[in-house]
C-alpha cells in the first residue's frame, strides 16, 4: 500500500511534467524483498553493519556482521549445587560449577531479557548466561573450564569459527535486531578498526 501511494505520487509529477525529486522508499527491507521500490537510490541502514532487519525478512543479500560487542572476566567463582547465581535466585546449577562474571549489564545496554537466554563466547566456546542481568554485570556458566581474569568474552560477533549474531541476541531478547544494536550505549567504548 504505501509503496503504491509512493509511486502515484511519483506519476502526478510525471504526468504533469514536472521535474520529479530523487525518489528513494526503501529501507534494508525494501532492499531485501522489494526489488521494485528500488527507485533512484536505496537508504540500507542496518544492512550497512552486516546485520539482518529481522527474522521475517528474504536473505537475498549476503551480508556479513561488520561490528563486535566485547568485554572480559573479572570474577571467577566456583559454586556448588543448589547456591543461586544473581538477583531473584532465579538460576541454580545442578551440580558444582565454574561462573565468571563480567562488567556489562543492562546498564550498557545488555538486555535484562538475556538473563538464563544468551550466550557469549569464551576461548573459542559458546556458554550461556546464568541468572538475572544485573545493571552492570553478567554471570557465565563455564562448566569445568578454564578461564582467567581478562579473558575476552564476546557477547555479539565472532571469533574462532563461533558466532553470537545480533538476530540471534534479538531474538533471545524478543526485540528485534535494531533495538540490539542502538541500546549498546556510550558506556560502551568504541574502538575503529581500519579495512582488513
Not at 75 to 100: A, E, L, M, N
Not at 121 to 144: A, E, F, H, L, S
Not at 182 to 187: A, E, K, L
Request: contains cysteine; proline residues 7%.
Amino acid at each position: 500500500v504505501q509503496l503504491g501511494r509512493f509511486m502515484d505520487v511519483l506519476r502526478f509529477y510525471e504526468q504533469r511534467g514536472l521535474p520529479r525529486p530523487w525518489a528513494h522508499i526503501a529501507n534494508s527491507g525494501g532492499i531485501l524483498q522489494l526489488p521494485e521500490s528500488h527507485l533512484d537510490m536505496v537508504r540500507p541502514g542496518i544492512l550497512l553493519f552486516g546485520v539482518y532487519p529481522s527474522a521475517e525478512v528474504a536473505r537475498t543479500v549476503l551480508v556479513r556482521p561488520v561490528l563486535s560487542w566485547k568485554s572480559q572476566v573479572v570474577y571467577f567463582k566456583v559454586v556448588q549445587p543448589g547456591h543461586p547465581v544473581s538477583y531473584g535466585s532465579t538460576w541454580q546449577s545442578d551440580t558444582q560449577t565454574r561462573i565468571v562474571t563480567i562488567p556489562v549489564g543492562y546498564g550498557d545496554g545488555y538486555f535484562r531479557a538475556l538473563s538464563n537466554r544468551a550466550e557469549v563466547i569464551i576461548r573459542g566456546k559458546r556458554y550461556p548466561v546464568v541468572g538475572r542481568v544485573c545493571m552492570d554485570q553478567t554471570m557465565v556458566n563455564i562448566g569445568w573450564e578454564t578461564a582467567y581474569n581478562g579473558d575476552v568474552v564476546t557477547l555479539l560477533g565472532e571469533v574462532a569459527g563461533a558466532a553470537i549474531r545480533c538476530e540471534e541476541l534479538a531474538e533471545w531478547a524478543g526485540t528485534v535486531p535494531y533495538e540490539i544494536l542502538t541500546n549498546i550505549n556510550t558506556r560502551v567504548p568504541r574502538v575503529y578498526l581500519p579495512p582488513a
